[in-house]
């Protein structure tokens, strides 16, 4: 005997086959299971969705959320199942000095489940960004092996490749993750900016599974050339396997470099938004405000949605995420899609018009409604 909640009349995703359908979603306990799972003994109740899209549980990527201990923070909850964000993943706000606290303050306190891109230095954001610019500050391949084994939050490593943080060290630190991430087959999160190091050292670099975060930044030295074809060592990071995600952030987000990457190839990418507090009103805003950028553009709804559930579920090897099939977590995002005119802007300031905004509406963490719109 269990309860039954009976999901109706919502216009559901379906991660698979990458398409809505109006049909019911059966949450028994923390689990989604088929109509034929049902037992005589279970207690039905039924939801009303109507009106609502159902999806499976957003994942972003990309956030920053050590509030009060990395330089850069911002409440999990808040950008987390408020916005209709079930599963945020801090992209290396903590090394593994940081972790013990990372976990027992931020980790353990929130409703929003926290995974961790480790910063491949041993300090993280904590002791300030330029935290890749010496030799001593890296992790060691020990301290790695043992707080990988240990912390199943840890889902990768990150390293961020931009000159403000390796200083005078080059492509030194990425090959430092790379011999890392080797050892536990983990993927390695780059972000990419200002050079140097030049795409062109970094991109080698990174194999299948590997993660480009801020792939359509709008600065020199990007993924595109001036005629806005891929750079070689881009095309061929991609046809290898090596996943981009958009990482809005600050100044990582360009309407340019999506509008010319989208007129000449189709490769999928994962959203995410690198939100804190400073850049959470402008100009990154929501997941669902990201999106809702990336609608305007001329993406479809399904491909959006799909890059912040299946896509990165898969990307991340999270496999009981990111889908509404029997046997999944049931992780549920609700959301509406405002028709209004309204204005979004990118890191650059420049100015989208938006007529569609998604809206959160419900939000379900194991089987549990944790936000509701007021
Ligand atoms: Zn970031």
Known sequence: MGKVTIIKNGIVFNAVNKAFTKKDVYVKDDEIIAE??????????????????????FIDMHVHVFENFAQIGINADKIGINQGVTTVVDAGSTGYKDYAQFKDKIINQHTTEILSLLNVSATGLVEGLDELSAPEKLMSERAWE??????????????????????????????????????????????????????????????????????????????????????????????????????HGT?????????????????????????????????????????????????????????????????????NYG?????????????????????????????MKVNQRLIPQTTWKNGKIVYQRG
């Open 36 to 57: 034929e799972d049902i037992e005589e003994t279970d207690l039905l109740t039924e939801w009303d969705a109507k009106g609502s899209y159902v999806a499976p549980g």
């Open 146 to 247: 043992t707080i990988k084994a240990s912390e199943l939050a840890i889902v990768g490593l990150k390293a961020r490749m931009s000159q403000s943080v390796v200083g005078n060290q080059g492509i030194r630190p990425l090959e430092h993750a790379r011999k890392l991430a080797d050892q536990t087959d983990t993927p390695i999160m780059v972000h990419i900016g200002s050079p140097p190091p030049p795409l062109n050292e970094i991109l080698p670099l990174l194999k299948n599974g590997d993660i480009v975060t801020h792939a359509f930044h709008g600065k020199k030295g990007g993924i595109l050339d001036e005629d806005g074809a891929l750079i070689p060592e881009a095309h061929e990071a991609l046809e290898r396997g090596v996943k981009f995600d958009v990482g």
């Open 251 to 319: 100044s990582s987000f360009s309407y340019q470099t999506i509008k010319r990457f989208k007129e000449n190839y189709s490769y999928p990418f994962t959203i995410s938004t690198d939100v804190y507090e400073k850049n959470f009103e402008q100009p990154v805003g929501s997941l669902m405000d990201t999106i809702s950028k990336l609608l305007a553009v001329g993406y479809d709804l399904e491909d959006l949605i799909e890059s912040v559930t299946i896509l990165p579920a898969r990307t991340l090897s999270l496999m």
């Open 323 to 351: 889908s509404l099939e029997p046997g999944k977590k049931a992780d549920i995002t609700m959301f509406h899609i405002e028709k209004k005119d309204r204005e979004l802007i990118d890191s650059h300031g420049e100015v």
